[in-house]
């Protein structure tokens, strides 16, 4: 499974921005897919996930209600909507995905495949 994130780019807090994470190569048939975020210094941190129905999702406190992630399986697509962006949001933004069921992974060792990153920057 490849993934491929896009949408990264700079923007004034409290703006919005789009990602979207493109899956190909060997579909995950039923895999959750995940968000997660790694700013400069920092170990990367879990931002939001999606079942494969879209059905469940599950968000880091500190982007409950700002951040909205969905999914479009006929074009094997993910996104995260961010809105109300912070300075502290800025990162390098990841898409992973796991093999399973549960929502509720939130450590990255916990995800098989990974994209390669797409740099987010909100400016104050």
């Known amino acids: 499974v490849q993934l491929q994130a896009s949408g990264g780019g700079l923007v004034q807090a409290g703006g919005s921005l789009r990602l979207s994470c493109a899956a190909s190569g060997r579909t995950c048939g039923s895999c959750v897919m995940g968000w997660f975020r790694q700013a400069p210094g920092k170990e990367r941190e879990f931002v939001a996930s999606i079942s494969w129905s879209g059905g469940r999702t599950y968000y880091a406190d500190s982007v409950k209600g700002r951040f909205a992630v969905s999914r479009d399986n006929a074009k094997n697509t993910v996104y995260l909507q961010m809105n109300s962006l912070k300075p502290e949001d800025t990162a390098v933004f990841y898409c992973?995905?796991?093999?399973?069921?549960?929502?509720?992974?939130?450590?990255?060792?916990?995800?098989?495949?990974w994209g390669q990153g797409t740099l987010v920057t909100v400016s104050s």
């Open positions: 992973a995905a796991r093999t399973g069921t549960s929502v509720g992974v939130t450590t990255p060792r916990g995800y098989d495949y």
